[in-house]
């Protein structure tokens, strides 16, 4: 029997997603994640019977952790399980000696030898209910097992499913447990914030675990969903998502695969898919209703494979060392690989072909390679790059019109001539402490494309005046772009716009000390959905610094009059 070491416990309590996150909200039915920024962990050593006098309710939250598992020869499953609430104090399954019963489901499942993705052990069919499809033994959790308590928050579950006669006491084998502790009696909460899950790895042999399916962290995905959950409230873990979430497991009304690497890669797609476009949509049809994602949008190229793909993971780098054709078309789902059709008309028949083309190393970028094909096309390093810097103001006087010397670059510090730049804008706003407001409030944008330079750096005298009122601080601001075609004249041409980061500089008008603009939210803080903010405005607004000139009190939309 293989035991787990340490454990932890996490307060179950967090925030609501915002209205903003709401179509893919809505889109991740089945596949989510825990809660990235939940309090701080508390490490504890357990001891259920030591612990169990200060098990009276108070701390909402709850922790579960698998603390080892064993299969018999003749096949029986057993998990030992804890259960904690936030502070570490031990939870009675039943609630009767803690307050709220909690409720655990569990999944066997084993890595066979020589494969990547599990086989459940413990299955449910799956009638359909919509079509005459044939019905589906789909990977789920066990039904009909049995609890026995050690001690208050420690039990052994024994599961009715058995692992199969001959089974591999050699591969990889996991527990996976999701708990619900029902607190309804007590008020209101959301149910993921009231649940945990675990996974433990073993070998039943007793030999060490070498092989595990890792691909993909918890964290990457709360990067944005923070946390998005998945099957009402249950599944929080990528860990445990993907013991379900393999070939084994096809939805029975549309024939569609559940597999995570295709459904993640789909969903995310969403309206991008070629099939959706042409006007196929992408459904499943789950628990008597339609999930539709065919209008999921990506926030951020749905190509920039390392948003999801981070470091840490054990097979981190799983999308460019291991290419196939479950992966490649789920995304690129108009490619026959059988026929070769929307693939230079060659025919694939084997996974281990892909590499022979598609290597995990990229000679440039828009190469065949996996990292060159997806490269984003507005981060090229092909791209000259425009770098803008203010170097003074000249003339910030109330009532007259500001001087602006600037100078133009590329990345490599060459000049570049401003007037073959598809657009750039000297952007002036004030007063600082809330732009375009008061007496003194100004926000104009001005094209300064004729003004001669040398070396670079110009000198631009603007058409507006501070107003008379002006008084304090304000902001002047570049902003530039120019639309490329990257190797232009091939095959593989790809249009991108070369942006500046704009930046501001601050000056005062009168006799004050210059006060910069107050920094509410970061560009980071968008850029960890959004990758960067070139989408915005052709991409020459990529500062959340920038944004707020335009974006102040005094803009309304054009059609609602809502202040944006």
Known sequence: MINAIGFSATVGRGLKASAGTATILAALLFCNAAFADRPAKKQINFDAVAAASQSIFGPTGIVVKVKSAAIAANGTITARVTIVDSAGNPLDRTGLQTGGPVSMSLIAATIPAGQTQYVSYTTSVSNATITNNPSQVQAANDSGGTFTQNAIGDYTYTFKTLAPAGFDATATHSIGVSAFRDLSEFGTYDEWA???????????????????????????????????????????????????????????????????????????????????????????????????????????????????????????????????????????????????????????????????????????????????????????????????????????????????????????????????????????GGPNVDYQTGPGGIRVSEDPSKTAGSGGIYTYTMTNKLPTAAAGSYTVSIEARNTVNLLPGTTIQVAATDAAIPVEYYFTVDASATVARRQVVSTAKCSTCHGDLSFVHGGSRGNTQECTICHNPTLVDGDRKSVV
Request: hydrophobic share 35%; net charge neutral.
């Open 194 to 428: 009231e649940t945990s899950n675990d996974v433990f790895n073993f070998v039943p042999n007793g030999s060490p675990v070498t092989v595990t399916r890792d691909v993909v962290a918890t964290a990457a995905c709360n990067t944005c969903h923070n946390p998005l959950i998945g099957h009402g409230g249950s599944r929080l873990k990528v860990e445990l998502c993907v013991m379900c979430h393999s070939p084994q497991t096809i939805n029975a009304d549309t024939g569609l695969t559940m597999d995570m690497k295709v459904l993640i890669h789909k969903i995310h797609d969403g309206a991008g898919l070629p099939s959706v476009v042409a006007g196929t949509p992408y459904r499943i049809w789950h628990r008597g209703a339609w999930s539709d994602f065919s209008t999921v949008v990506f926030p951020q190229p749905v190509y920039n494979c390392t948003s999801c793909h981070k470091p840490g993971p054990a097979q981190a780098d799983n999308w460019k060392t291991n290419p196939g054709a479950a992966a490649c078309t789920s995304c690129h789902d108009n490619v026959n690989l059988a026929t070769g059709v929307n693939h230079v008309n060659l025919p694939v028949f084997s996974d281990t072909q892909c590499k022979a083309c598609h290597s995990s190393t990229a000679t440039g970028d828009f190469d065949a390679s996996i990292p060159g094909a997806h490269v984003v096309a507005n981060n090229s390093t092909s791209l000259p790059g425009i770098v803008t810097k203010i170097i003074k103001v000249d003339n910030a006087i109330p009532g007259s019109a500001p001087v602006v010397t600037f100078s133009v670059n590329d990345k490599s510090g060459k000049p570049v001539d401003i007037s073959k730049l598809t657009q750039i804008r000297v952007v002036l």
